[in-house]
């Protein structure tokens, strides 16, 4: 008779459940990175647009309308900066909770496990006590036997 945990579809479900909750936690995790690239890319964007604009400030007259246009474009980036960040935060904390959730399917796939490593290893010592029986027994047949 071959060892059966009556709870394998239920265990099955967890590791399912597990692998999606991991997953999705690595997928927030590429978010995450992507949006703080985009802030430093934001950021650099804004930085180097400033530090263009002082210097063509020191070398020679501007427009209003370039200056303008510049004062806008700076604005714009640091809104986006802005904007970013704030994403990036409510990202951090549904990376949190993400989290939480896995590390809770995890805990009950690992209980399941382990529940099945404690049946399985009272089936094995079932077997070996069947199987002592039935050695014992024959060895008092052949003993009535002589």
């Given at each position: 008779?071959?060892?059966?945990?009556?709870?394998?579809?239920?265990?099955?479900y967890r590791?399912?459940?597990?692998?999606?909750?991991?997953?999705?936690?690595?997928?927030?995790?590429?978010?995450?990175?992507?949006?703080t690239r985009e802030v430093e890319q934001t950021h650099d964007a804004r930085m180097h647009l400033e530090t263009s604009a002082r210097r063509q400030l020191r070398s020679r007259l501007i427009p209003a309308v370039e200056?303008?246009?510049l004062a806008a474009s700076c604005d714009t980036?640091?809104?986006?900066?802005?904007?970013?960040?704030a994403a990036l935060l409510q990202l951090?904390?549904?990376?949190?909770?993400?989290a939480r959730r896995y590390q809770?399917?995890?805990?009950?796939?690992?209980?399941l496990e382990s529940l099945r490593d404690l049946r399985f290893?009272?089936?094995r010592l079932q077997q070996q006590r069947r199987q002592q029986a039935a050695l014992d027994e024959l060895f008092l047949l052949r003993r009535k036997q002589v």
């Amino acid at each position: 008779m071959a060892f059966e945990f009556s709870l394998a579809a239920v265990l099955r479900y967890r590791q399912g459940l597990e692998q999606r909750a991991r997953l999705r936690l690595r997928s927030l995790h590429a978010r995450r990175v992507a949006l703080t690239r985009e802030v430093e890319q934001t950021h650099d964007a804004r930085m180097h647009l400033e530090t263009s604009a002082r210097r063509q400030l020191r070398s020679r007259l501007i427009p209003a309308v370039e200056l303008q246009y510049l004062a806008a474009s700076c604005d714009t980036l640091g809104r986006r900066q802005q904007q970013l960040q704030a994403a990036l935060l409510q990202l951090q904390d549904e990376i949190t909770v993400q989290a939480r959730r896995y590390q809770e399917e995890r805990r009950q796939r690992e209980a399941l496990e382990s529940l099945r490593d404690l049946r399985f290893s009272e089936y094995r010592l079932q077997q070996q006590r069947r199987q002592q029986a039935a050695l014992d027994e024959l060895f008092l047949l052949r003993r009535k036997q002589v």
